[in-house]
């Protein structure tokens, strides 16, 4: 009996020592403390302020997600910067986020997040261009009533970096109806020109063009030079920017102008000089001058057809900066012969020119309704436009091991690195989701004098300014489907098929085009009302 007794005490020490044990490792919610620190969509609400240094626990991360256009890809000191950036920000802030930035390609971009929203994967925000309600852009998901969440209470509690450093310009562009919808850019609004082969120019013994016809002679005698030779590879989009909207006096297609004969606002493709933007596309995509599957064509392969030396004019995206780094280095990498100049804008038949501004806000960074972390997305932008040294570390790396400041704004790479960082950049600004020139505007250190001289010189063309610069039209929810109807109809009966040399828009603009100009006259006397409204407000 006395065994079993002390058989029975042994055994409720051992139980007592097991329990005592297991509640070293547990917190009072029975959840693990140890060194792993957990992913969790909310974050452990616990401060500095609440706990003593003793008692402090460990935060939960929140992890966030943001679906990014725009084809970056990926670079080995991603995940080293990822973690500096964390680790800065939680430093800084107390705020202990796990950043995951998506790349995605133009191309795949809107399959991918809506295939993410359908299948109910973790997508807090997304990052493109603002563009508009029937395109890729940000504006298109703004305009689908309760995707989008409004971000005025948080940009007033957790942006004050924000307000500083965003103009009002670009806040317009994002703000619909009063409501903010996203977090914009502010960037440089004279970045355009046209890359040209000088080296051909100075073969063919023929001057720079500053005309539209002089242009189109060029292009036939590059054609002349190669059957195989595609003269010019680009964007129909780009073409309208860079040469035909200036030089024919009109809107691009996605912009807007007061029609003079009822003062309505209304979209480009209904400007009466629209037809002859359609007219040279159409012609130039006939006669071989322009690469024929100028809409279709990935990006990458576009580019590579001017950087092998089978085109000799580029305007896949003509932004200086991509110009120089994408384009003229990799061109001259693969012929050191090469050589080349920056056209401005081209003078059309009655002497308009002017390059369209770059939107002082190009894109933006919008939250979904669905997501819990608004306010970590603000807090995170707001944390990397608050000082020089966060927007860098986003935009270029880990100093000294990325890049290299080589004087006031200006960045290289570290040295004995420049060779093959060049090539294969470690980083590629993959969080650095919003771009603002008013915090951070370094020019590399890897431009020659010719390509800073380019710089320069862009920033000095002639520009035509979007007459919505400043305003935002409102979202009107009852003509949506009817504009995207009208869209869906005009697009694929006249202006693809333009691009693509398959009909003559002289045929088929009047038939499909203007009258559905009247099918719009609604939607149309609503946003020109809106628009009077916003250009008195600012008058006054």
Known sequence: MRKLKKMLTLLICIVMAVTLIAGCGESKDGKDTGETVK??????????????????????????????????????????????????????????????????????????????????????????????????????????????KPLNEYIEKYGSNLKKSIPEISWNSITFNGTTMGIPYYNQQSV?????????????????????????????????????????????????????????????????????????????????????????????????????????????SLDNLFISGQSGVYMGWNEIGYLIDNIAMKTKAANPEAKFTILPALKGPEGKSGYLTMPAALGAVSVFQKSKNAEYIVKYIDWMLSNKENYDLARHGIEGQDWAAKGQDVWGYPEGKADKFSNEPPYNSRYQVVQNVNVSDRISAQYSEQEIGWIKEVRGFETKADILEGVTLPVVPDWKDKVQEVYDTYTPKCIEPASAALADPYETYDKYIKPLEKDLTGYFEIITKSYNEQVQSKKR
């Open 192 to 300: 355009f020109g046209i890359l040209v082969r000088q080296d051909w120019l100075d073969e063919l013994g023929i001057k720079a063009p500053e005309t539209v016809a002089d242009f189109e002679k060029m292009l036939e005698a590059f054609k002349s030079k190669d059957d195989n030779i595609i003269p010019l590879v680009g964007r129909p989009w780009e073409m309208e920017r860079l040469i035909l909207a200036g030089a024919l006096d009109c809107p691009t297609y996605w912009q807007f102008f007061v029609d003079p004969d009822d003062r309505l606002l209304k979209q480009g493709v209904f400007h009466p000089n629209y037809k002859e933007v359609l007219k040279y596309q159409y012609r130039w995509a006939k006669e071989g001058l322009w690469d024929i599957d100028n809409r279709v064509r990935p990006q990458e």
């Open 39 to 148: 992913e969790s969509t909310t974050q452990d609400k616990t401060t500095d302020k609440d706990v003593s240094e003793n008692e402090k626990p460990l935060m939960e991360k929140t992890k966030v997600v943001i679906y990014r256009a725009g084809g970056l890809k990926e670079g080995e000191s991603d995940s080293i910067v990822k973690e500096a950036i964390e680790k800065k920000l939680l430093e800084d802030t107390g705020t202990n986020l796990d950043m995951d930035v998506k790349l995605l390609s133009n191309e795949d971009f809107v399959t991918k997040v809506n295939l993410a929203i359908a299948s109910g994967e973790q997508i807090d925000a997304i990052q493109n261009y603002i563009g508009g309600v029937t395109d890729a852009g940000v504006a298109s998901y703004i305009a689908k009533p309760g995707l989008i």
